[in-house]
């Protein structure tokens, strides 16, 4: 039986499957298929709470859980599906080798004669992902490729279209041999309609599915889950804005171009109801529809939605500003112009206008701190802060959160960010593999060598690093490891300014005294290291010869079973690493047996160059699918990360205009560009429906800002259009005049921290700073003290 439950908030959904999950056989595992990592852990505690523990629960991800499913039940099906995008990479990667295989496709063979490795390798990654979506939402597409036949339809194809197609088709056909099937989505559907009890029966199969919270499921999923409710109970808890039918509803924009198309006298039976809702929730809309239209004669269970900012002691009318957007759209009814009397103290939507990111941090610090001075202050833990582009913003968050002082402090996580960046055993491995394949600049060795981790390895104190430093520019090493290695650049095999002269110069420092009448060997001596600067000279010595051995070791391609014993011995040669770098070691080896995994199980004889290696090993430590995780502090993190995570304060910062959503086009070879329907994932539309779902995560208070005005001569900047029409449905809606109302929800900061109007009691709340050490130093300059700021008892971290 297949069980739908809707409900607006994720807490009610998540009751949902706590109960059912506690009403179960204590010894049968749990399935429970989860959207990110976020949710998992949310629904983790929530079990834990309620039970006490929260054990024999296996979380999943849907495609992996259904392909592990269909390996059981399908004979012959690889428990590994050969289609994973990262499988698919390595083999499309492999396919663009092969000599003379796309001759016949100019648009492609073209790009492919003038890329290098990695651009091939690059095009192999965005065509996998390409593939893995026409699987998963276009698999008639791949059905008519496999048997000769075109998806093109008739003569109104335009050329590029045909163009694009022939050589994905070839290229599909070419997988799909290699591959010694095609997807077994119908087989596994057909058995499960022969014999799916027995399958349950047997243990092959679960009793019951518990899917929490997924924001899309492409068809060919709801269709293998509808032929698992044949057999198996599945439980499907969706989240849903409005309680009232709203999959008619219309965007303005698109009720205007329908106006204007419409035949004189022809009635147009749509409707807009709630603004926002219709601009925003197209995707929401379109899943809610294929979910309906997929699953046929589920069970509809819609007796859970929750009033927001419901309070039996107060009218509704009194309900925050917040409240009342979400209220709004539960309802499907759009707030009356003039029909909201805001409250002096509602703080719950807020808009800041800053001059550039790092202002935008020092406000966004000042508003949690008064947040934390409230008498009902959240705790750290409640808040969320979003940002589009976590890694841009990541510096500055550690230079603003990182250095408060005490009596500021905020406990503060960034996560979700690529494992490239914040893991120093993975960025170190990574700036070795980029020097093995570089002209071995001075500057770029010891920048490794005084990485704390490599220095530890080879015994180097700061002091000795100092002194290998002085050495280096004395014995006047530039470039190259030696001779040989010059000439490879095409240039004369001259070891002058190399590696390999300087250490030889260095020795004979060492060696010889300090003042000799003649060079020896036709070698000046450098750096008059002597008694126990032999240990240091040794050192460098040995760091050296590593970097040259495995110079000549990565200048041929390598297989992947090569390169995973060369990485491995690469970790252990040169880092040393200690405390949490452990788990860092950790983590960068599981990265590495994934990329190894995966290379395997494509192509096990195809060789890699290093520049490609160092590309797949990138991705393998930045792989989107690992998101992020709160922790019991403010939580940083992407804007998608933890996606309908439900917090007391949702902050999102960075809202500048093309910021988000993000101005990318789809790839021009994209063949379900050309042939949208409802359901498919498109960026924008996405990235607009993301937005909505942070707004309906927001219990209390939702935080946006942006750079509004420029750092270089104060010029307005306009905001995202996500704000600007948030505001244009707002602003109508509060009583009174149109500044006034503006001036409620906007608030334009000072360019910088320090200017005294942030420490003024006669001034907008929202503008007070909590820096004393500013307020100290302007009542020491100016005849007429400002005012003390208030202090914030700094919050602590929550215990997980």
Not at 382 to 392: F, Q, W
Not at 661 to 688: F, H, K, N, S
């Amino acid at each position: 039986m297949l069980t739908i439950h809707f409900a607006n908030r994720t807490e009610r959904l998540a009751g949902l499957l706590v109960e059912r999950i506690g009403a179960g056989p204590v010894f049968t595992p749990d399935e429970v298929i989860v959207p990110s990592a976020a949710l998992r852990r949310y629904l983790t505690l929530a079990l834990a709470q309620q039970h006490g523990i929260c054990a024999n629960v296996r979380f999943g991800y849907l495609a992996q859980s259904l392909w592990g499913w269909i390996a059981r039940v399908v004979p012959g099906v690889q428990a590994e599906s050969p289609f994973a995008p990262g499988v698919l990479a390595w083999r499309i990667f492999a396919a663009f080798d092969a000599p003379g295989a796309f001759d016949a496709y100019p648009r492609l063979r073209d790009y492919l004669a003038h890329g290098d490795a990695v651009m091939r390798f690059e095009l192999a990654q965005q065509v996998a992902g390409l593939f893995d979506q026409y699987i998963t939402y276009r698999p008639e597409w791949l059905s008519r490729w496999s048997a000769g036949q075109s998806i093109a339809h008739g003569a109104g194809a335009g050329l590029q279209v045909t163009a694009d197609e022939a050589w994905q088709a070839a290229l599909w056909r070419r997988l799909a041999t290699e591959a010694g099937a095609a997807h077994p989505a119908e087989a596994f559907a057909a058995a499960l309609a022969t014999h799916g009890d027995a399958l349950v029966a047997a243990g092959t199969l679960p009793a019951a599915l518990h899917v929490f919270c997924l924001p899309s499921m492409p068809p060919l999923h709801l269709g293998l889950l509808q032929a698992l409710g044949q057999c198996v109970d599945v439980q499907l808890y969706a989240l849903n804005p409005c309680r009232e039918y709203w999959l008619e509803v219309t965007d303005r924009r698109r009720l205007a171009y329908l106006a204007a198309r419409a035949a004189p006298g022809e009635e147009l039976h749509h409707e807009e109801g709630n603004r926002l809702l219709a601009a925003w929730g197209k995707q929401t809309k379109a899943q809610l529809e294929l979910l309906i239209a997929a699953t046929g004669d589920a069970v509809i269970d819609e007796a859970h939605f929750d009033e927001p900012g419901a309070d039996p002691e107060r009218e509704p009318e009194s309900a925050s500003l917040l409240a009342r957007v979400q209220r709004s759209m539960l309802d499907l009814t759009e707030l009356a112009p003039g029909s909201v009397a805001l409250d002096e103290r509602d703080r719950s939507i807020e808009v800041h206008v800053c001059h550039g990111l790092a202002r935008e941090l020092e406000v966004l610090h000042d508003r949690l701190l008064a947040l934390f001075a409230a008498p009902q202050p959240p705790a750290p833990s409640d808040i969320l802060v979003v940002t589009p582009d976590l890694e841009a913003a990541a510096p500055l968050i550690d230079a603003i959160f990182g250095t408060a002082p005490a009596d500021r402090r905020i406990p503060f996580h960034v996560t979700g960010r690529g494992r490239s960046s914040v893991n120093p055993v993975a960025r170190t491995l990574l700036d070795l593999l980029a020097l093995a394949g570089s002209r071995f600049a001075a500057s770029a060795v010891f920048g490794l060598l005084q990485q704390p981790i490599v220095a530890r390895r080879f015994g180097l104190a700061t002091e000795d690093l100092a002194q290998v430093h002085a050495w280096l520019e004395d014995a006047g090493v530039h470039w190259a490891l030696d001779a040989g290695h010059r000439a490879s650049f095409g240039l004369p095999a001259q070891a002058r300014y190399s590696f390999a002269d300087g250490l030889d110069r260095l020795y004979l420092g060492y060696a010889l005294p300090a003042r000799i009448d003649a060079p020896f060997g036709a070698r000046l001596p450098a750096g008059d290291a002597e008694g126990s600067d032999a240990v240091a000279l040794g050192a460098l010595w040995r760091f050296v010869g590593l970097l040259a051995a495995l110079q000549r070791r990565v200048a041929a391609p390598l297989a992947a079973t090569d390169w995973t014993t060369l990485l491995t011995e690469l970790l252990h040669d040169f880092l040393a690493p200690q405390g949490e770098e452990v788990e860092d070691l950790r983590e960068t080896q599981a990265a590495i047996e994934r990329f190894a995994d995966e290379l395997q199980r494509a192509t096990p004889e195809q060789r890699l160059p290093l520049d490609v290696l160092r590309s797949a090993l990138t991705a393998a430590l930045d792989d989107a699918a690992r998101g992020g995780v709160p922790t019991g502090a403010v939580t940083f993190a992407a804007m998608n990360s933890l996606r309908n995570l439900p917090c007391k304060v949702v902050c999102a910062i960075g809202l500048n205009d093309g910021a988000f959503p993000t101005q990318a086009r789809p790839a021009e070879y994209d063949l379900m560009t050309r042939d949208a329907r409802p359901g498919d994932r498109q960026r924008r539309v996405d990235e607009r429906n993301l937005f909505l779902d942070l707004l309906l995560a927001a219990r209390e208070h939702f935080y946006l800002s942006y750079t509004g005005r420029s750092l270089r001569d104060n010029a307005p900047l306009p905001p995202s259009t996500l704000v600007s029409e948030l505001l244009d449905t707002l602003l109508p809606a509060i009583a009174g005049e149109r500044d006034a109302a503006r001036a409620r929800l906007v608030v334009q900061h000072p360019l910088q921290g320090f200017a005294d109007i942030g420490f003024r009691a006669d001034v907008d709340p929202r503008l007070r700073s909590f820096d004393s050490e500013i307020a100290a130093a302007l009542r020491q300059r100016t005849t007429e003290p400002p005012e003390t700021p208030p202090r914030a008892a700094p919050p602590e971290e929550d215990d997980d």
